[in-house]
């Protein structure tokens, strides 16, 4: 039972552009949301994240959202660059669980055109 | 500075072996954690260890035991290796979660297991 779903497997954009990464999940006791991107042969590196008290969030050119009624959240970046491709992983957690755990999207790749 | 290091990075072996791959944190976190990916590319948390005391243990086989000398080590024991163990095994720590808010983990670069 996959609870964090993301839903396309690739994406291509040209640079410049915006690039908009989309997650569905299922549990709504779910309160804290988190975007990771990774090389490949690297771990996850953290990008940004979002309470589920919170609508928006933006940090630089990452601007992440969140539907609580629809269960989505998306990630945008603009200007999107090459060096934004990667994959990126949606990741959802409870907080009230005290336990730390993520549970993670299969991943989206991102293709950044120069 | 690498915040979070495992090793090695790569382990090819055969099946039937046991091996261990190491994992150190030098971010003072309280949490450490073991994720798995498979081939189909899904990250999944198998252990989590807070202040060295076992908090999740997902329906791991008990062939995998994970050990936390101190809150600054976790490593991954792998007894009796199978075909299916193959994949990459990622080490991360978080810092304790504090008033209801939650907090990112930080991964280690995945320590690649091919089992033969």
């Known amino acids: 039972d996959q609870q964090v779903k993301q839903n396309s497997p690739s994406l291509s954009v040209q640079e410049g552009r915006i690039s908009i990464l989309n997650c569905d999940y299922t549990?709504?006791?779910?309160?804290?949301f988190l975007w990771y991107k990774k090389y490949p042969a690297e771990g996850p590196t953290f990008l940004i994240s979002?309470?589920?008290?919170?609508d928006k969030n933006e940090d630089g050119r990452f601007t992440v959202f969140l539907n609580k009624s629809a269960k989505h959240l998306s990630l945008h970046i603009v200007p999107s660059q090459p060096g934004d491709s990667a994959v990126y992983f949606c990741?959802?957690?409870?907080?009230?669980?005290?336990?730390?755990?993520?549970?993670f999207g299969q991943g989206t790749t991102l293709q950044v055109k120069p | 500075d690498t915040a979070v290091s495992q090793t090695p990075k790569y382990l090819v072996t055969q099946m039937g072996n046991d091996k261990s791959i190491k994992c150190e944190q030098n971010?003072?976190?309280?949490?450490m954690y073991w994720y798995k990916q498979d081939s189909k590319k899904f990250l999944k948390i198998m252990f989590s260890?807070?202040?060295?005391?076992?908090?999740i243990n997902e329906t791991v086989p008990n062939r995998f035991s994970p050990k936390s000398p101190d809150k600054a080590h976790l490593n991954l024991h792998i007894n009796s290796l199978e075909l299916g163990d193959s994949a990459v095994y990622f080490c991360?720590?978080?810092?304790?979660?504090?008033?209801?808010?939650?907090?990112?983990?930080?991964f280690g670069q995945g320590t690649r297991l091919t089992v033969v």
């Open positions: 979002i309470s589920s008290i919170k």
């Open positions: 990741a959802a957690m409870r907080v009230s669980s005290n336990t730390g755990k993520l549970i």
């Open positions: 260890y807070n202040n060295k005391e076992l908090i």
């Open positions: 549990n709504s006791m779910f309160d804290y």
């Open positions: 971010l003072g976190h309280d949490t």
């Open positions: 991360a720590s978080s810092q304790q979660w504090t008033g209801g808010f939650g907090t990112e983990a930080f």
